[in-house]
């Protein structure tokens, strides 16, 4: 990056001539002037004056082109922007602009650090990062001074700790987090209770809360739980939007004792209200009717809007196409929510993509006479469409009931791997199955 700021620097020059003054002269390494302003444009999230405070320039003090160049790079080694050039002037002394563009962010997450609220540790990063808005980038100095003031803050309540950060999925939501975990203090769940007392004589609550109770301490690991286990409780109801948390641990007792090894977590729950299914427009579908597509679906007009099923239902459409031979269709849903009537419909749109037709199968750790007699058993002819719904019973049959394919033939394999291998230009798919 570097070799670009020079490059342009040195364009710049040639543009300016002798106007240029002192740092456009021979030996501009070492010629230097007074610093008057430092400009930024580019800036989505960060105010003018917080950039240039970020480079280190400060106005009034001499500077050179490697002050200039140094300033442009301490902004990139943040992580906060993955590009930076800059240009600058200097009738009446430097005039400097930095031409940024932000880096993505993603949420700060913190794991394990039950000791404080989440708002308590951002005011930790805040006093280090000003700009700190609840996001940082996925690497940098940055997350680095993020990572060592929680540290400091841990410090002050007299524990000593190592903070260490990492780019993992968002266990409530879609994208990646940064989350910041701690090394040292080896906290595990006691008990998890749920202010809806109702979810505790769930059977199928109880059946999984041995995954989460004695288990560490991670919010993490607790989002998780609460996403695969909890949540699908309401969305069967047909609360389609319930709170789950955040999580709190509630101690009592002396609130300046050492905390114990041993805490009980608590879980606040706001179910939100049960929505009824209003219907689905559908758009894309060259192939499948509607008719047959919200069929697919399921649901009702008027009938609780199960969520699973819904889910479900979208599942089903995508196998619906894979019958006709479109192995990469999609299904983008888009839910619009009437707040008053308490009901949900949803706007479908379909991209069916390539039709693949069957090509060949290729089989590995089979005898011949077996393969022969899968070969006649396969049901769907080279060149005809092929059929996903199809594909699939013959593996379940390999799995379950390969007698129905090899009659009494001995056999000597526990597994079968089973890929397809679609060639969009051709538009053909082929079988590879192996028998280990």
């Known amino acids: 990056m570097r070799r670009d700021f020079r490059a342009s620097l040195a364009l710049l020059s040639l ?24 400009r930024v444009d580019g800036q989505k999230h960060f105010s003018e004056a917080q950039v240039s405070a970020l480079t280190g320039l400060v106005v009034g003090s001499q500077v ?19 590009k930076v050039n800059y240009n600058f002037e200097t009738r009446t002394g430097v005039v400097v602009t930095y031409h940024v563009t ?27 990062l000003p700009f700190f808005d609840g996001t940082l980038p996925e690497a940098g100095g940055a997350v680095d001074q993020a990572a060592e003031a929680l540290k400091e803050s841990i410090a002050s309540h007299g524990m000593q700790v190592t903070v260490e950060h990492e780019v993992t999925g968002n266990p409530i939501g879609d994208g990646n987090v940064q989350l910041f975990k701690v090394e040292g203090p080896s906290l595990r769940i006691e008990k998890l209770e749920f202010s809806e007392a109702s ?12 995954e989460i109770v004695g288990k560490p301490y991670s919010r993490m690991a607790i989002d998780v739980f609460l996403t695969e286990a909890i949540r699908p409780v309401y ?11 955040p999580p709190e641990i509630r101690l009592t007792g002396n609130p300046h004792q050492k905390l114990p090894d041993q805490v009980p977590v608590f879980v606040p729950i706001d179910p939100g209200p049960v929505y009824y299914w209003k219907g689905v427009h559908w758009t894309g579908n060259a192939t499948v009717s509607e008719f047959t597509l919200s069929a697919d679906v399921g649901l009702k007009p008027g009938g609780v809007a199960e969520g699973m099923e819904i889910e479900a ?37 379909i991209h069916e993509g390539p039709q693949y037709r069957f090509g060949k199968m290729v089989l590995t750790g089979l005898s011949p006479t077996a393969e022969k007699k899968l070969q006649g058993a396969w049901p769907i002819p080279p060149g005809d469409i092929f059929d996903k719904a199809k594909y699939e019973e013959v593996l379940t049959k390999l799995q379950l009931h390969e007698e129905q394919i090899f009659g009494d033939l001995p056999l000597h394999y526990e597994k079968v791997g089973h890929w397809l291998q679609p060639d969009p230009k051709t538009g053909t798919v082929d079988v590879l199955l192996d028998f280990q």
């Open 313 to 349: 239902g979208w599942d089903r459409v995508r196998e619906e196409f894979g019958r006709h031979g479109y192995l990469d269709a999609k299904v983008d849903a888009v839910p619009s929510f009437d707040e008053s009537a308490h009901t949900v419909s949803y706007s479908v749109s």
């Open 64 to 82: 050179g082109r490697s002050d200039l160049q140094a300033a442009a790079d301490k902004l990139v080694q943040t992580g906060l922007f993955s």
């Open 235 to 245: 969305l069967r109801k047909g609360c389609l939007h319930p709170k789950l948390g």
């Open 102 to 128: 932000e880096s993505p962010r993603i949420p700060a997450y913190f794991d394990n650090i039950p000791w404080f609220a989440d708002t308590e540790l951002a005011d930790a990063i805040r006093k280090r």
């Open 199 to 210: 979810l505790l004589s769930s059977k199928t609550v109880q059946q999984r809360l041995s």
């Open 15 to 38: 543009l300016w001539g002798p106007a240029a003054c002192l740092l456009a002269a021979q030996t501009p390494d070492r010629a230097i002037a007074t610093l008057r302003e430092v």
